[in-house]
């Protein structure tokens, strides 16, 4: 064999080829294989192909990888609620569930990191699955997405390589739940159309603080068809009614050591308590007029379109009202399938998506046991169902009769002949000239449109908050520490520079590093306006609506000002949490009050806001205790809303808490909860 030096594709992805002497990549049977980034598709825009072998078997045994737990997604929370519509859209789509305002549907939600294993933790920066199997009257949709709007690669075909980049490394089993190693970011450094995921994993996105508090999507760009039979593409957006929210980073870190299962606790709570998460569902129609003018393919995974082109309209809402009876049985077992579709909603030809369809029915055979698992509870659909599939492995119907095939004539004999197709209900939409497409041609490349990879994480940059961008920057750089190898931390910081110079900068400033020459971007990136919607601190909701409060107590505490801190949180739509060093018969002017959390137990990370309610001789004694000192000296050190009795300034002192907007006496401290103090970041830690 010759060699041949690595080369870039039509799409601007990287190829490289056996140099002579080395191996040839084959398929598990010996067949050589010439590409390995693309699948093979009817067009280079087209859908891809079953015909696909190579695809098939890659994706195959990745799907086989782990038994039983998930291999990605492994750490989910669950709940059951129901879809309402608030805005019918029959003219852009004849799903049963959009047709009628006020109309119903049953549903169940599962939340999930991605990386880590079931037994890591929940508050890990990574992206978050956000999955909702919709139990229609039509039959059960499934929109399974995440909380990023993008996603890593353009091409299903490369999900195992990602998934085995981001995991623990092959010959050590480690790090767990973390992206901040050599072989993941290797991966980033050759394959820089995953940069724009990057930005949104790395910036406070990746961190949120509760599941309830975070925005859904889903991914790609599907088709909405209507009862006359036309297409327009969507994409789908899950908004939250708390607002969007998440920690600063080593609040994370903290809160991984409070409880690991902040985030699964929170979520239950809140439903147990009837704090009812709840989200507004948005459809963001794209006509085929904007999809040919955009300079980036709708079909392309790695790209979002900004809510300034294509506003989002809010169709309904999602509200989660009962948590799973038996977490095995529910939240382990719910199988989600992106091929779950229903009348009015269909694919597009999005090579990310394609792989997805084969690779999510394959998968739950690995983890569920048989190609029965749809008939387990959480999976069935609530509406009829009737083929002729039987048997199996854990089949719980008994099908009656001989009918189990088509065409028959049974019925000529009085016999039952099964269930029949109706020609009518569901069909695949027939145009597969979308974008130009040309389907006469079998094709594995990338198309052009798919080779712009520095402009959109250029927008994201550009349309965050200087205290944003530094957490971006901080973030990557923290990341880049943990590489091992510099050849790596060199050729990311070259892919940066074509995301932002001062980003690049940044970052080798912060590991040590001179700046490199800038990598040479296969399109040249252009200048995206800004979306003011992609930035949490510009569009943070000031409310204490699903937030928790601590309100730290001691021995002579003034009870009447404890209740009334209580009062006003709760009038707020807050839930209040007191912690003292002692959770029983705490002694207090007034009288005794039992506190809901002990101390040391109870660190200020899993709240939102403080109050500290002390005489001056209690805070003087909790100087001494470094559990009431770290209690405050975190809290102010994460940017929340410290409310104090005049007697707690000793306390204050020994935190090194200093006056600004966010430290005030229990007056005005409602409103100040409300908010984070990014403004005094400079005074806790250092930043990139």
């Known amino acids: ?45 087209g859908p891809t192909l079953l015909e696909d072998f190579v695809l098939r078997e890659k994706i195959f045994h990745f799907d086989h990888e782990r038994i039983p737990e998930r291999i990605v997604h492994a750490r989910g929370s669950a709940a059951h609620g129901y879809f309402e519509c608030t805005d019918p859209i029959p003219e852009l789509s004849k799903a049963s569930l959009f047709a009628e305002k006020g109309k119903k549907t049953e549903l169940f939600a599962r939340f999930s990191t991605v990386a880590g294993g079931a037994g890591s933790v929940d508050t890990p920066r990574d992206v978050r699955g956000f999955a909702v199997k919709f139990y229609t009257d039509e039959g059960n949709w499934d929109l399974v997405g995440n909380d990023i709007p993008v996603f890593f690669i353009q091409d299903a075909i490369k999900f195992p390589d990602l998934i085995h980049s981001v995991k623990m490394e092959a010959d050590r089993g480690y790090p767990q739940a973390a992206s901040a190693h050599d072989t993941f970011w290797d991966f980033v450094s050759l394959m820089p159309e995953s940069l724009h995921t990057v930005m949104w994993a790395m910036s406070d996105r990746g961190i949120p603080r509760s599941l309830r508090m975070m925005e859904g999507f889903g991914v790609h760009t599907f088709r909405l068809v209507n009862a006359e039979g036309k297409s327009t593409f969507v994409k789908f957006h899950w908004k939250p009614k ?21 985030h699964r606790r929170d979520l239950f709570e809140a439903i147990m308590n009837g704090d009812y998460p709840e989200w507004d569902l948005g459809v963001q129609v794209i006509s085929d007029e904007l999809a040919e003018e955009l300079p980036y393919s709708v079909l392309d995974a790695t790209k979002l379109v900004p ?78 169902f009737h083929n002729m599939q039987r048997d199996g492995l854990m089949q719980t119907h008994v099908p009656k009769g001989r009918a189990n095939y088509e065409p028959n004539s049974l019925d000529e004999a009085g016999e039952d002949a099964g269930p029949r197709a109706t020609g009518t ?49 901080t973030a990557i750089t923290f990341e880049l520490s943990k590489v091992e190898l510099p050849h790596i931390r060199e050729r990311v910081l070259t892919h940066l520079q074509l995301v932002s110079e001062e980003l690049a900068k940044r970052v080798a400033d912060g590991l040590g590093m001179k700046l490199p020459k800038a990598a040479k971007p296969f399109k040249k990136p252009v200048d995206l306006d800004p979306s003011p919607a992609l930035s949490i601190q510009k569009n943070w909701n000031a409310t204490l609506e699903g937030r928790k409060v601590g309100i730290l107590i001691a021995e002579g505490s003034d009870k009447a000002e404890v209740e009334k801190t209580v009062k006003a949180v709760k009038d707020a739509g807050g839930t209040p949490m007191i912690v003292a060093p002692q959770v029983a018969n705490v002694p207090l002017k007034g009288g005794k009050m039992d506190a809901d959390g002990q101390l040391a137990g109870t660190p200020s990370v899993i709240f939102d806001a403080i109050a500290v309610i002390l005489t001056e001789d209690s805070a003087k004694k909790l100087t001494m205790d470094s559990a009431a000192v770290t209690y405050v000296m975190q809290a102010f050190a994460h940017l929340k809303a410290i409310g104090h009795t005049e007697g707690a300034q000793p306390l204050l002192d020994a935190a090194n808490v200093e006056k600004d907007d966010g430290i005030t006496g229990l007056d005005g401290f409602i409103e100040a909860a409300k908010l984070r103090y990014w403004d005094r970041e400079p005074k806790v830690r250092t930043l990139a």
């Open 425 to 473: 209900e569901y069909h695949t939409y027939e145009d597969n000239a979308e974008l130009g497409n040309d389907a006469s041609q079998k094709l594995r490349v990338r198309d052009e449109s798919f080779g712009d990879h520095y402009s959109q994480p250029r927008m994201f940059w550009n349309s965050q908050t200087d205290n944003e961008r530094a957490h971006i920057a």
């Open 307 to 384: 809510e300034e082109i294509a506003p989002v309209r809010i169709v309904g809402r999602m509200v989660l009202d009962r948590n799973p009876d038996n977490y095995f049985a529910e939240t382990e077992q719910s199988a989600f399938l992106p091929s779950n579709v229903v009348p009015g909603i269909d694919f597009t030809n999005d090579p990310l998506l394609q792989g997805r369809l084969f690779s999510y029915l394959d998968t739950q055979k690995s983890r569920l046991g048989t190609t029965n698992f749809h008939q387990i509870p959480i999976n069935a659909p609530r509406c009829p």
């Open 242 to 262: 708390l607002g969007v929210q998440s920690y600063v980073w080593d609040e994370s870190l903290a809160a991984q050591a409070a409880d690991n299962d902040m």
């Open 1 to 45: 064999m010759a060699d041949r030096k690595p080369t870039t594709g039509n799409g601007g992805e990287l190829h490289q080829y056996a140099a002579k002497g080395t191996d040839t990549l084959t398929t598990n049977h010996g067949v050589p294989i010439s590409d390995n980034q693309n699948s093979l598709k009817a067009g280079s825009l």
